[in-house]
């Protein structure tokens, strides 16, 4: 597993893995994460992360298959506060590569690279509490619940509780990790 730079070439499988309501339902408020996702969504989230990454705001990469390079899902590091040193991140996968320990592997190199590379002292997460996978992943790496913004998410279901894990630079015991940006 590695994660690497997105490009317009990318924009296929964006696409294909992202268009899951699953996906869109535990991945972001309604309307941020649109389904069904077609390629014209996967270009403008592609276009936008390459701006981004370029002024230095936001990181963001596909998730991909050491053993074939196949992208299965995308990271990213967003809301940099450089003067703070805190970052948010973000991840998603193709539903057909859930329960494999990729979304665990692909968020501890999230997490090197924040810490290592950009040179966080925190990173947050923000994440609904119906997710219970990415919960139990977000624990499992050692992030701490740290709050609840009561009904701060209007949702497809209407508005709901966003809760909000992060983990310290302090805390992190760190792991090598290949990042190709």
Known sequence: ???????????????????????????????????????EHAHNFINHAVEQAALGREFHFGIRLDSSSELVGAAAAANIDVMNRKCEIGYWLGKDYWHRGYAREAVALLMHFSFSKLGMNSIHARVFPFNHRSINLLNALGFRKEGVQRQGRLHRDGFVDEEEYGILLCEYSGIPAIVNF
Do not use: C, T
């Open 1 to 39: 597993m590695y994660l690497q730079s997105l490009s317009v070439e990318d924009a296929d499988a964006v696409a294909s893995r992202a268009n899951d309501f699953d996906i869109a339902y535990n991945a972001a408020s309604f309307g941020e994460f649109p389904y069904p996702y077609r390629k």
